[in-house]
């Protein structure tokens, strides 16, 4: 995990520490930067979890796609 995709993670445990509801725009940027750090796991980890509340959109799915594309893994695209 890179720095920011870190960082992102521990916001997500603290707001839900402290009871903060989350939104599906919080969960796209929680995507968004694992796709930034190519971490295709966590991209997935948080899309699952955005469907556990929200209806996975189009922009989600684009980023866990950005994931696979930046980290060189075309065809893990075909999971989503």
């Known amino acids: 995990q ?3 995709a870190r960082r992102a993670g521990e916001w997500h445990r603290r707001l839900r520490r402290e009871g903060i509801r989350l939104n ?3 969960y796209g ?3 968004e930067a694992a ?3 190519a971490d295709i796991e966590d ?3 948080w ?3 955005m469907g556990e ?3 996975a959109d189009e922009v989600a799915l684009g ?3 950005d994931a696979c594309a930046a980290a060189g893994q075309p065809a893990a695209a075909a999971r989503c």
Do not use: D, N, Q, S
């Open 2 to 4: 890179t720095g920011e």
């Open 24 to 26: 599906a725009k919080t």
């Open 29 to 31: 940027k929680l995507i």
């Open 35 to 37: 796709a930034k750090a």
């Open 43 to 45: 991209a997935e980890a």
């Open 47 to 49: 899309l699952r979890c």
């Open 53 to 55: 509340e929200f209806e």
């Open 63 to 65: 980023a866990v796609l």
